[in-house]
């Protein structure tokens, strides 16, 4: 993955965190420069407490689907960079996390689709 493929990740991911802040989620995040620092946390988090998540939680896989198990990493990884981020915070809790993980890759996925083509390769 080049330098620029890593930076389009970022920013896309920060545009996505401030559009689910705008939306009635319990996700709060005061101005786009703490989405620009949540992404990049949610990066680091993702490459590093991702896998160790994984791993440690595998049995829980065997018993969830696929779907739900993921859905529990992301929250988790959604709830961690909303406690290391000054700026970013989930106002119900579990419930924020949900939907904000939901909508963070609803919303990922439909600015990715934009880009297909354009800028990613």
Same mark, same amino acid.
């Given at each position: 993955m080049s330098i620029l493929q890593l930076l389009i990740l970022?920013?896309?991911?920060?545009v996505?965190?401030?559009?689910?802040?705008?939306?009635?989620?319990?996700?709060?995040?005061?101005d786009f420069k703490i989405?620009?620092?949540?992404?990049?946390?949610?990066?680091?988090l993702n490459a590093l407490v991702r896998p160790?998540?994984? *791993?440690? *939680?595998?049995?829980?896989?065997?018993?969830?689907?696929?779907?739900?198990?993921?859905?529990f990493i992301n929250m988790a990884i959604f709830g961690l960079a909303a406690w290391f981020v000054s700026g970013f915070?989930?106002?119900w809790g579990f419930w924020s996390a949900?939907?904000?993980?939901? *909508?963070?890759?609803?919303?990922?996925?439909f600015l990715y689709e934009l880009l297909?083509?354009?800028?990613v390769k």
């Open positions: 970022w920013l896309v991911t920060a996505s965190l401030f559009i689910i802040s705008k939306l009635p989620t319990g996700v709060e995040i005061d989405a620009l620092i949540s992404s990049a946390i949610f990066g680091f160790v998540l994984v *791993a440690v *939680a595998f049995p829980i896989k065997i018993v969830l689907s696929n779907f739900l198990f993921t859905l915070r989930l106002r949900l939907i904000g993980a939901v *909508a963070l890759s609803v919303i990922n996925s297909n083509g354009v800028v």
